[in-house]
């Protein structure tokens, strides 16, 4: 049976489906659409765990399914089911718009998966931009429909812009070797390293990706973007969108990236340029999310330096980041979505007095920060570990520290986050905040989750270098 | 002997036509303020471009070309124009700074595209890689490409709910 290979995509087809048909019913039953995208995306998750196992090829060798490309669909699956696990309130979506919500999350999960698992750049051109469109919309249905288009504007600017380059580059490419098939150019490529069109032509082919993850020369998008989605839709945007970006990335550099020192200097210059932009953009934030926009890039920056070390630790360690960005981020916006519960924008110092408002909120925002800053034993900590050694193995000291040096500079901007929800004393009095068992249960889990695969990473870490090891 | 002088003259004349059409519609795409003007520089750029298609020996393309951009895309903007904002309301002036910073990075890129190209010796292709007929096309579309060509009906589909969810907001707008 060849199509077993294919059910994870086949699922999110049939469930995206049933939305548009939802949606074409035209009446809205808040409660109803979410329980059933809520149990789709967790029952998408058991179809990606049932399939984690399997191996093959489909579409005349242009999409591989490998242990890779599963444990990024699980990835991917586990993320879009957490970002519906929120969405019981669309506060921050106009009312009439709720059942498109769903309607292209799905279907933008589905492009997501293709995306890990096609290996032809066409399909990879695709479905990165079945991804972003339905991202692009799913930004401009916030509430307050002005900051919305903007925003949706801005990011589809952007956008047309890195897949124009990527198409450039993506010409370059067949312009040298005849060829856009991943497998047949990783047979050519390295005898043609040297020449600076295939380098600048692999380059500007990646900036796709460069962009989806916020990486220096495209991550003008992010803060604007992030601030003027909705919390849910940047949630998803920080976590799956990311994790999509990180796997595609990993798969072509470890295919397709060879041994040529220029590629790893211009990936080792956007690295650097991104973690200190980000953070030190990120420390002159006010707005909650602008922050985690500018923090987001950073973060590219660290997963940068785990997929230019090239070496399976490296892109062990680049897998790991991704399971770990998915949990950190996605913690930090359980909490705004549920401190910012009528979906305005929040401040920083709008999280005052939240560990009176509700501790465990208060608890999971700091380890979940401790888990972003890299401070042992969470999970952050080791994920950044395990990139850092994997750099120090082929002797980028010097990356490694001017890394060492944006935590350190990361630390304190979180840090000012936890002083808000810890030491700061709200301005007028604010009700304690009331949690569904669900979602008490949530972030308790999410706790666990962090702090538990810190002390104990081995079972992830041998899946995530089982899966790189599939890659070379 | 001289008629075979006399053809390929007239080739290399076309081509340059072709050419010329191709930058001077990209020029007129950019620099007119009035965006009817844009437009048709768009549609001289395009039309251009099928042109060099055709010069390198695919039919197919070019008509494609000249249908989808020339024909649907072109069009389409030219609705979008008449919906929107009036032509005769005073344009914004060009601010110079962004037009001298557009015009720099354009620059560099370009110089950086054309130290590309004349750095690398590319590989002369083959004289036509095989047989790229329509009943071809038409079976790669449907075996290799399959995958691809199905995520594209998504895309569209995509494509159409946010073409209706924006001409919501923008019917309130108006009113």
């Known amino acids: ?472 | 002997m001289s008629f075979l002088i006399g053809t390929e003259a007239i080739a290399h004349v076309a081509f340059w036509i072709v050419v010329g059409l191709t930058f001077g519609g990209a020029v007129i795409a950019v620099f007119p303020r009035n965006i009817i003007y844009n437009v048709l520089g768009l549609v001289m750029a395009l039309s251009g471009v099928a042109g060099l298609y055709l010069y390198l020996g695919s039919f197919f393309i070019a008509l494609m070309q000249l249908l989808i951009y020339v024909g649907a895309i072109c069009i389409s903007i030219v609705f979008a124009i008449m919906l929107s904002r009036p032509l005769h309301l005073e344009v914004p002036k060009r601010s110079v700074p962004k037009v001298a910073m557009a015009a720099g990075a354009s620059a560099i890129f370009f110089a950086a595209v054309v130290g590309v190209i004349f750095k690398s010796n590319w590989v002369p292709a083959p004289e036509q890689s095989g047989d790229w007929s329509v009943v071809t096309i038409g079976h790669l579309l449907l075996t290799r490409y399959d995958l691809v060509f199905e995520v594209i009906s998504l895309v569209l589909l995509v494509a159409i709910i946010g073409a209706i969810v924006t001409a919501g907001y923008s019917r309130r707008f108006s009113s």
């Open chain 1, 1 to 472: 049976m060849k199509w077993m290979l294919f059910s994870p995509e086949i699922f999110y087809l049939l469930a995206a489906l049933c939305f548009l048909l939802l949606s074409m019913t035209g009446r809205l039953h808040r409660r109803r659409d979410h329980h059933i995208a809520l149990a789709l995306a967790v029952a998408g998750v058991a179809v990606c765990v049932a399939s984690l196992q399997l191996e093959g090829s489909l579409f005349s060798e242009t999409y591989k399914i490998d242990l890779f490309s599963q444990v990024f669909k699980l990835l991917l699956s586990v993320g879009l089911a957490l970002v519906v696990g929120i969405c019981s309130e669309l506060r921050g979506i106009q009312e009439r718009y709720e059942h498109e919500v769903y309607l292209l999350l799905f279907p933008c999960t589905l492009a997501t998966m293709l995306l890990v698992s096609s290996i032809h750049w066409l399909g990879v051109y695709v479905s990165l931009e079945l991804s972003s469109y339905s991202l692009y919309i799913l930004v401009a249905l916030r509430k307050d429909w002005t900051q919305g288009i903007e925003a949706g504007l801005k990011y589809f600017l952007v956008g047309v812009f890195a897949s124009a380059m990527m198409l450039f580059g993506m010409v370059i490419l067949y312009g040298t070797t005849g060829t856009l098939d991943v497998k047949q150019l990783a047979q050519i490529l390295p005898g043609l390293m040297s020449h600076a069109a295939v380098v600048v032509g692999l380059l500007l082919a990646l900036s796709g990706f460069f962009f989806k993850l916020a990486v220096f020369p495209f991550h003008f998008w992010a803060a604007d973007v992030y601030q003027g989605a909705a919390h849910q839709i940047a949630a998803y945007i920080a976590t799956v969108s990311k994790v999509a970006a990180i796997a595609v990335l990993v798969r072509m550099v470890a295919m397709l990236g060879g041994s040529s020192d220029y590629f790893v200097h211009v990936l080792a210059v956007l690295s650097v340029v991104s973690m200190t932009v980000g953070n030190l953009a990120a420390i002159a934030q006010k707005d909650l999310k602008r922050l985690l926009a500018y923090s987001t890039v950073a973060h590219a920056g660290y997963v940068l330096i785990g997929i230019l070390s090239m070496n399976p630790g490296g892109y062990a360690g680049a897998i790991f980041y991704a399971m770990a960005i998915l949990v950190m981020k996605f913690t930090v916006f359980l909490v705004l979505v549920k401190v910012a519960w009528d979906g305005t924008n929040l401040e920083v110092d709008g999280l005052a007095g939240l560990h009176r408002r509700s501790p465990l909120l208060a608890m999971a925002l700091m380890v979940a920060l401790f888990s972003l800053a890299g401070l042992p034993p969470t999970v952050g900590f080791t994920g950044k570990f395990l990139i850092f050694t994997a750099a120090m193995e082929r002797g980028h000291f010097a990356l490694v520290l001017i890394a060492m040096i944006n935590v350190v500079i990361s630390l304190y901007y979180y840090l000012l986050m936890l002083r808000a929800a810890y030491l700061l004393e709200p301005q007028e009095q604010c009700s304690p905040l009331s949690l569904s068992a669900p979602i008490k249960l949530l972030a308790g889990a999410l706790v666990v989750v962090m702090v538990a695969a810190g002390i104990f990473p081995r079972y992830l870490m041998d899946l995530a270098r089982n899966a790189a090891q599939g890659l070379m």
